[in-house]
Protein backbone atom coordinates (compact mmCIF):
# COMPACT_ATOMS: atom_id res chain seq x y z
CA UNK A 1 0.00 0.00 0.00
CA UNK A 2 3.11 2.04 0.87
CA UNK A 3 4.00 2.10 -3.15
CA UNK A 4 0.48 2.81 -3.98
CA UNK A 5 -0.03 6.01 -1.87
CA UNK A 6 3.38 7.54 -3.06
CA UNK A 7 2.32 7.00 -6.60
CA UNK A 8 -0.89 9.48 -6.05
CA UNK A 9 0.63 11.45 -3.72
CA UNK A 10 3.66 12.02 -6.71
CA UNK A 11 1.47 12.22 -9.46
CA UNK A 12 -0.83 15.07 -7.55
CA UNK A 13 1.83 17.04 -6.45
CA UNK A 14 3.20 17.24 -9.44
CA UNK A 15 0.35 18.93 -10.59
CA UNK A 16 0.21 21.51 -7.72
CA UNK A 17 1.81 24.67 -7.71
CA UNK A 18 1.53 25.08 -3.84
CA UNK A 19 1.14 22.09 -1.14
CA UNK A 20 -2.58 21.89 0.94
CA UNK A 21 -2.39 22.29 4.80
CA UNK A 22 -6.05 21.68 4.61
CA UNK A 23 -8.26 18.91 3.93
CA UNK A 24 -11.94 18.64 3.17
CA UNK A 25 -14.22 16.16 2.10
CA UNK A 26 -17.54 16.88 0.98
CA UNK A 27 -20.80 14.47 0.93
CA UNK A 28 -23.51 13.83 -0.77
CA UNK A 29 -25.51 17.00 -2.17
CA UNK A 30 -22.74 19.32 -0.29
CA UNK A 31 -20.15 20.31 -2.86
CA UNK A 32 -21.09 23.82 -3.21
CA UNK A 33 -18.48 25.03 -1.00
CA UNK A 34 -15.85 24.32 -3.76
CA UNK A 35 -17.80 27.06 -5.92
CA UNK A 36 -16.31 29.63 -3.21
CA UNK A 37 -12.75 28.51 -4.04
CA UNK A 38 -9.98 30.01 -6.25
CA UNK A 39 -9.47 26.83 -8.34
CA UNK A 40 -6.04 26.30 -9.26
CA UNK A 41 -6.46 22.42 -10.42
CA UNK A 42 -9.48 20.24 -10.93
CA UNK A 43 -8.16 16.30 -11.19
CA UNK A 44 -10.86 13.38 -11.80
CA UNK A 45 -10.31 10.87 -9.35
CA UNK A 46 -10.27 7.77 -12.29
CA UNK A 47 -6.81 9.84 -13.49
CA UNK A 48 -5.19 9.43 -10.43
CA UNK A 49 -3.42 6.42 -9.69
CA UNK A 50 -4.62 3.91 -7.62
CA UNK A 51 -7.60 5.86 -6.64
CA UNK A 52 -11.45 4.58 -6.17
CA UNK A 53 -13.72 5.99 -7.85
CA UNK A 54 -17.16 7.26 -6.70
CA UNK A 55 -19.81 5.41 -7.95
CA UNK A 56 -22.77 7.66 -5.44
CA UNK A 57 -25.43 9.76 -6.82
CA UNK A 58 -24.46 13.24 -5.45
CA UNK A 59 -20.79 12.70 -5.31
CA UNK A 60 -19.12 14.69 -8.34
CA UNK A 61 -15.92 12.29 -8.08
CA UNK A 62 -13.18 15.29 -8.25
CA UNK A 63 -9.96 15.91 -6.40
CA UNK A 64 -9.58 20.16 -6.16
CA UNK A 65 -7.11 22.61 -5.16
CA UNK A 66 -7.05 25.99 -4.59
CA UNK A 67 -7.88 29.50 -2.28
CA UNK A 68 -10.57 29.42 0.42
CA UNK A 69 -10.76 32.10 2.84
CA UNK A 70 -6.88 32.91 2.24
CA UNK A 71 -5.69 29.35 2.86
CA UNK A 72 -4.45 26.41 0.95
CA UNK A 73 -7.17 23.64 0.46
CA UNK A 74 -7.80 20.44 -0.87
CA UNK A 75 -11.48 19.22 -1.39
CA UNK A 76 -12.61 15.86 -2.58
CA UNK A 77 -15.51 16.38 -4.31
CA UNK A 78 -17.28 13.35 -3.16
CA UNK A 79 -15.95 10.15 -1.40
CA UNK A 80 -16.04 6.30 -1.00
CA UNK A 81 -18.43 4.11 0.85
CA UNK A 82 -18.56 0.55 2.77
CA UNK A 83 -21.68 -0.36 0.64
CA UNK A 84 -19.54 0.17 -2.88
CA UNK A 85 -17.43 -2.30 -2.54
CA UNK A 86 -15.01 -0.71 -1.43
CA UNK A 87 -12.71 -1.83 1.92
CA UNK A 88 -12.00 0.26 4.84
CA UNK A 89 -8.09 0.71 3.36
CA UNK A 90 -9.62 1.78 0.09
CA UNK A 91 -11.85 4.46 1.41
CA UNK A 92 -9.71 5.78 3.13
CA UNK A 93 -6.81 5.88 0.74
CA UNK A 94 -7.14 9.57 -0.16
CA UNK A 95 -6.85 10.69 3.74
CA UNK A 96 -3.45 9.43 3.69
CA UNK A 97 -2.38 10.68 0.61
CA UNK A 98 -3.42 14.24 1.42
CA UNK A 99 -1.77 13.50 4.80
CA UNK A 100 1.67 12.85 2.83
CA UNK A 101 0.74 16.00 0.58
CA UNK A 102 0.53 18.04 4.14
CA UNK A 103 -2.11 18.73 5.17
CA UNK A 104 -2.97 19.31 9.39
CA UNK A 105 -6.18 19.79 9.24
CA UNK A 106 -9.37 17.69 8.07
CA UNK A 107 -12.66 19.22 7.32
CA UNK A 108 -15.54 16.18 7.18
CA UNK A 109 -19.13 17.03 5.84
CA UNK A 110 -21.75 14.68 4.93
CA UNK A 111 -25.46 13.94 5.12
CA UNK A 112 -27.07 12.28 8.18
CA UNK A 113 -30.45 11.05 9.34
CA UNK A 114 -31.25 12.70 12.35
CA UNK A 115 -31.85 9.96 15.49
CA UNK A 116 -32.42 12.95 17.63
CA UNK A 117 -36.25 13.88 18.16
CA UNK A 118 -35.22 17.70 18.82
CA UNK A 119 -33.64 17.89 15.72
CA UNK A 120 -34.90 19.22 12.18
CA UNK A 121 -34.13 18.20 8.69
CA UNK A 122 -32.58 20.54 7.16
CA UNK A 123 -30.22 21.56 10.51
CA UNK A 124 -26.36 21.12 10.99
CA UNK A 125 -24.71 18.96 13.70
CA UNK A 126 -21.73 19.42 15.03
CA UNK A 127 -20.12 16.06 15.73
CA UNK A 128 -18.77 15.49 19.10
CA UNK A 129 -17.84 11.93 18.96
CA UNK A 130 -18.57 9.35 16.98
CA UNK A 131 -19.99 5.11 17.08
CA UNK A 132 -18.29 2.73 15.04
CA UNK A 133 -21.45 0.08 13.80
CA UNK A 134 -20.13 -0.64 10.25
CA UNK A 135 -18.30 -3.94 11.57
CA UNK A 136 -15.30 -2.83 10.29
CA UNK A 137 -12.01 -0.63 10.78
CA UNK A 138 -9.37 0.92 8.43
CA UNK A 139 -6.31 0.20 10.64
CA UNK A 140 -7.20 -3.55 10.61
CA UNK A 141 -4.06 -5.55 9.04
CA UNK A 142 -0.18 -4.38 9.37
CA UNK A 143 0.42 -1.05 10.94
CA UNK A 144 1.23 1.68 8.60
CA UNK A 145 3.87 2.77 10.93
CA UNK A 146 5.15 5.92 8.55
CA UNK A 147 1.40 7.58 9.83
CA UNK A 148 1.01 6.21 13.40
CA UNK A 149 0.74 3.98 16.10
CA UNK A 150 -0.58 0.66 15.63
CA UNK A 151 -3.30 1.49 18.68
CA UNK A 152 -3.68 4.82 18.51
CA UNK A 153 -5.97 6.93 21.11
CA UNK A 154 -9.77 7.86 20.56
CA UNK A 155 -10.57 9.78 23.41
CA UNK A 156 -10.39 13.16 21.68
CA UNK A 157 -11.29 12.51 17.76
CA UNK A 158 -12.93 15.50 17.46
CA UNK A 159 -10.56 18.71 17.84
CA UNK A 160 -11.79 20.71 21.37
CA UNK A 161 -10.23 23.96 20.07
CA UNK A 162 -12.05 23.61 16.47
CA UNK A 163 -15.32 23.03 17.51
CA UNK A 164 -14.95 25.88 19.89
CA UNK A 165 -14.45 27.85 16.27
CA UNK A 166 -17.48 26.14 14.62
CA UNK A 167 -19.52 26.77 17.49
CA UNK A 168 -19.06 30.38 17.64
CA UNK A 169 -18.50 31.72 13.81
CA UNK A 170 -22.27 29.83 13.28
CA UNK A 171 -23.50 32.03 16.12
CA UNK A 172 -22.15 34.80 14.77
CA UNK A 173 -23.49 33.94 11.54
CA UNK A 174 -27.07 33.35 12.90
CA UNK A 175 -27.10 29.62 11.93
CA UNK A 176 -28.08 27.31 14.19
CA UNK A 177 -25.76 24.88 14.40
CA UNK A 178 -26.80 21.26 17.08
CA UNK A 179 -24.15 19.13 18.49
CA UNK A 180 -24.30 15.32 18.98
CA UNK A 181 -23.00 11.54 18.44
CA UNK A 182 -22.86 10.58 14.79
CA UNK A 183 -23.28 6.96 14.09
CA UNK A 184 -21.61 4.89 11.08
CA UNK A 185 -23.39 2.11 9.47
CA UNK A 186 -22.57 0.30 6.44
CA UNK A 187 -25.51 0.50 4.54
CA UNK A 188 -27.09 0.95 1.60
CA UNK A 189 -30.35 -0.30 3.00
CA UNK A 190 -31.21 2.51 4.93
CA UNK A 191 -32.50 2.07 8.83
CA UNK A 192 -35.41 -0.27 10.33
CA UNK A 193 -38.28 1.06 13.23
CA UNK A 194 -36.15 -1.05 15.28
CA UNK A 195 -32.32 -0.36 14.80
CA UNK A 196 -33.35 2.97 14.98
CA UNK A 197 -34.94 3.02 18.18
CA UNK A 198 -31.47 1.05 19.71
CA UNK A 199 -29.63 3.65 17.75
CA UNK A 200 -30.90 6.28 20.15
CA UNK A 201 -30.62 4.22 23.24
CA UNK A 202 -27.14 3.69 22.63
CA UNK A 203 -26.52 7.66 22.38
CA UNK A 204 -26.63 8.30 18.70
CA UNK A 205 -27.85 11.38 17.41
CA UNK A 206 -27.42 11.40 13.78
CA UNK A 207 -26.85 8.11 11.19
CA UNK A 208 -24.83 7.70 8.38
CA UNK A 209 -22.66 5.75 5.70
CA UNK A 210 -19.55 7.70 6.30
CA UNK A 211 -17.23 9.45 8.22
CA UNK A 212 -16.21 7.46 10.55
CA UNK A 213 -13.49 5.17 8.35
CA UNK A 214 -11.97 8.78 7.21
CA UNK A 215 -11.94 9.76 10.93
CA UNK A 216 -9.81 7.26 12.35
CA UNK A 217 -7.37 6.89 9.45
CA UNK A 218 -7.28 10.94 10.17
CA UNK A 219 -6.38 9.89 13.69
CA UNK A 220 -3.84 7.69 12.88
CA UNK A 221 -2.34 10.08 10.88
CA UNK A 222 -1.94 12.78 13.35
CA UNK A 223 -4.42 14.94 11.86
CA UNK A 224 -6.85 17.87 13.40
CA UNK A 225 -10.53 16.75 12.33
CA UNK A 226 -13.73 18.86 12.70
CA UNK A 227 -16.82 16.81 10.99
CA UNK A 228 -20.19 18.74 10.04
CA UNK A 229 -23.28 16.78 8.69
CA UNK A 230 -26.49 18.30 7.02
CA UNK A 231 -29.68 16.59 8.95
CA UNK A 232 -31.84 15.74 5.69
CA UNK A 233 -34.34 13.86 7.87
CA UNK A 234 -35.29 13.02 11.34
CA UNK A 235 -36.07 9.23 11.76
CA UNK A 236 -39.16 8.75 14.74
CA UNK A 237 -39.27 5.21 15.30
CA UNK A 238 -43.16 4.66 15.83
CA UNK A 239 -43.88 6.63 12.71
CA UNK A 240 -41.10 6.36 10.36
CA UNK A 241 -41.31 7.75 7.09
CA UNK A 242 -40.30 6.78 3.27
CA UNK A 243 -36.77 8.34 2.01
CA UNK A 244 -35.43 8.00 -1.12
CA UNK A 245 -31.72 9.05 -1.99
CA UNK A 246 -33.56 12.08 -4.17
CA UNK A 247 -35.24 13.08 -0.96
CA UNK A 248 -31.57 13.43 1.25
CA UNK A 249 -30.17 15.06 -1.93
CA UNK A 250 -32.29 17.63 -1.88
CA UNK A 251 -31.82 18.37 1.85
CA UNK A 252 -28.54 18.38 2.00
CA UNK A 253 -28.51 20.67 -1.05
CA UNK A 254 -30.95 23.35 0.74
CA UNK A 255 -28.28 22.76 4.23
CA UNK A 256 -25.87 23.03 2.24
CA UNK A 257 -25.21 27.10 1.42
CA UNK A 258 -25.60 27.39 5.25
CA UNK A 259 -22.62 25.12 5.60
CA UNK A 260 -20.91 26.46 3.02
CA UNK A 261 -20.61 30.06 5.04
CA UNK A 262 -19.77 28.60 8.16
CA UNK A 263 -16.90 26.35 6.48
CA UNK A 264 -15.28 29.23 5.02
CA UNK A 265 -15.51 31.32 8.17
CA UNK A 266 -13.75 28.25 9.94
CA UNK A 267 -10.97 28.08 7.61
CA UNK A 268 -10.67 31.32 8.11
CA UNK A 269 -9.62 31.04 11.62
CA UNK A 270 -7.81 27.77 11.79
CA UNK A 271 -4.46 28.63 13.59
CA UNK A 272 -1.55 29.09 11.00
Known amino acids: MSNEIKAATDFIAGRLDKLPEIGMIMGTGLGNLTRKMKIDIRIPYGDIP ?3 VSTTEGHRGTLVSGTLAGRTVMAMEGRFHFYEGYTPVEITFPIRVMAKLGIRYLLISSAAGGLNHNFKAGELMLVADHINMTGANPLTGPNMEGFGPRFPDMS ?3 DPDLMGIALKKAMDKGIYLQKGVYLGVPGPSLETPSETRFYRMIGADAIGMSTVHEVITAVHCGLRII ?8 NIPDFMQKTSIEDIIQAADSASHGLSILWEDI ?4 PE
Open 227 to 234: AIVAITNV
Open 156 to 158: SVY
Open 50 to 52: HFP
Open 267 to 270: ISCL
